[in-house]
């Protein structure tokens, strides 16, 4: 199972992402992803802090994500990534391709620059 809220700060959206986001759940994030709010966010922090597992199914659509924000002129990274999620992020590159960060705060000021 995958929840996905929303909020924005300081202009950026962040998505706070819980449970597992794999071949199952890949369908809810895009669902989510594609709400009218998101349509337009060119700056996205994922806050993985309550991700508990990624599948390359996963991986797969945070990178439409990414590439749909760069699409917008802006980006999106990550946030509070927890050490077996972190994992799979620096085996597949991910991690420095959408970067890393510790905290959202971060994350924000970061894409912001």
């Known amino acids: 199972m ?3 809220n929303n909020e924005v700060l300081n202009e950026v959206l962040v998505v706070k992402l819980s449970g597992r986001l794999d071949g199952i759940t890949s369908k809810t994030f895009t669902e989510k992803t594609s709400a009218p709010e998101y349509a337009s966010a060119a700056h996205v922090v994922l806050d993985c802090k309550d991700l508990s597992y990624i599948s390359s199914e996963g991986l797969r659509v945070m990178l439409m994500a990414a590439k749909k924000a760069k699409s917008l002129g802006g980006a999106l990274t990550l946030a509070s ?6 994992e799979v992020m620096v085996i597949s590159g991910f991690g420095t391709l959408l970067g890393v960060h510790s905290s959202t705060e971060d994350a924000i000021k970061a894409i912001k620059s």
């Open 81 to 86: 990534v927890n050490s077996s999620v972190n």
């Open 2 to 4: 995958l929840e996905v």
